[in-house]
């Protein structure tokens, strides 16, 4: 079998980090997306945090997100120095996830980060996918699919709890 070349890179600052970030790395997988998955930290790492920002672009990743709890420097650190898109995920670390949320939010003018909701890596990922989707028609009709799918289980969701009886329920 031919070695695939990830296309997204999922990045946190401590492996205690991946039963968050393995939220991104399950949606990448059901959508067939080549990815990889390393742990480099900004304040105990910065110079391979550096290398792995200049050279990521080079290498074929069309996307990263980046994981951090407390101080949470790692997305902004990596989208300083990349011209790629990063999608921050604050991790709940301490102060319930706010201190990781407000770090990765108040990125200065000219160095965005997209950021999900604390521990909200599943959504990392499908951000991701809808980035990539744009210049893949195969990608988005599995995206419009996925979509679909979403809606049918509400859809699925609301008949079942139609068929729930109470006294004074009146639908």
Known sequence: MEKM??????????TSDLSVMEGAAKILDEFEIPFEINALSAHRTPEEVEKFAKGAKDRGIEVIIAGAGMAAHLPGVIAAMTPLPVIGVPIRASLDGWDSMLAILQMPPGIPVATVAINGARNAGILAVQMMALGNPDLMAKFVSFKEELKEKIVKANKDLSEIKFKFKTN
Request: proline share 0%; aromatic share 0%; hydrophobic share 50%.
């Open 5 to 14: 070349e990830a296309k997204v890179s999922i990045i946190m600052g401590s």
